[in-house]
């Protein structure tokens, strides 16, 4: 099966403070995602990336970088982190087919507060 | 944008009835995919159902759905709940055949089962 890996999987930041979350797919996927969860917003998407060295704004990338500097990795940065983005991350993975091959694997995701 | 609906935040059950999510969706895409997404606690969201044909039903773990274009709707059903179906479920939305993982989900539907 598919394997995304995230670290930390918890995490206290400071208000202010730089925060880097990781993620390594060990799926071969050209595709990697950062969506942030809440309650009683479901899932959204930050920013994506489909090629190393490259990264996309998804439909929430305001306070926050990505950085894909392989095709494994995928990082997520809060350069000022803020009290409104303790929530819950995911990272995720998917092949460059769409069509009926459409599948996304998530990580298990990291906890951040910001306090 | 595109946006999904999931008008329940919670539904309780006993054990062995019928189980029904509601799941609605808006988008100027006219080849839109829909899924359902299933994360128990302390889990990441895993791929439950995906449909891309209208009036079609898709059926996996004794869950199904129809993707019915008329209505913008996908709703989830399964004849028998189960204990083991108390997650969050989230239903998405995809417009983008290329980006799989470009997804809109809707707010989630707790299921909470009981024996």
């Known amino acids: 099966e598919a394997a995304v890996t995230q670290s930390p999987r918890s995490k206290v930041a400071v208000t202010g403070g730089k925060v880097t979350l990781s993620c390594h797919q060990t799926n071969n996927h050209d595709y990697m995602y950062w969506y942030r969860q809440d309650t009683g917003h479901g899932l959204r998407l930050i920013h994506y990336s489909y090629v190393a060295d490259s990264t996309e704004k998804g439909d929430i990338p305001d306070g926050y970088k990505a950085s894909r500097p392989s095709q494994e990795n995928f990082s997520l940065i809060l350069e000022l982190a803020s009290l409104s983005q303790t929530a819950v991350y995911f990272c995720a993975s998917s092949s460059g087919t769409g069509g009926t091959n459409t599948e996304v694997f998530f990580g298990k995701g990291t906890r951040l507060t910001v306090v | 944008g595109d946006s999904v609906t999931q008008t329940e935040g919670l539904v309780t059950l006993t054990e062995g009835l019928p189980v029904m999510l509601n799941c609605t969706y808006q988008t100027i895409y006219s080849n839109p995919f829909l899924f359902w997404y299933v994360q128990h606690l302390n889990e990441s969201p895993r791929l439950l159902l995906k449909?891309?044909?209208?009036?079609k039903r898709t059926e996996h773990q004794g869950f199904h759905a129809t993707l019915h274009k008329s209505s913008s709707s996908f709703h989830l059903q399964k004849s028998s709940a189960q204990l083991s179906d108390s997650a969050l479920y989230y239903c998405a939305l995809s417009d983008r055949t290329q980006v799989v993982g470009q997804l809109t989900f809707g707010r989630g539907t707790r299921l909470q089962v009981y024996a």
């Open positions: 449909s891309f044909t209208d009036n």
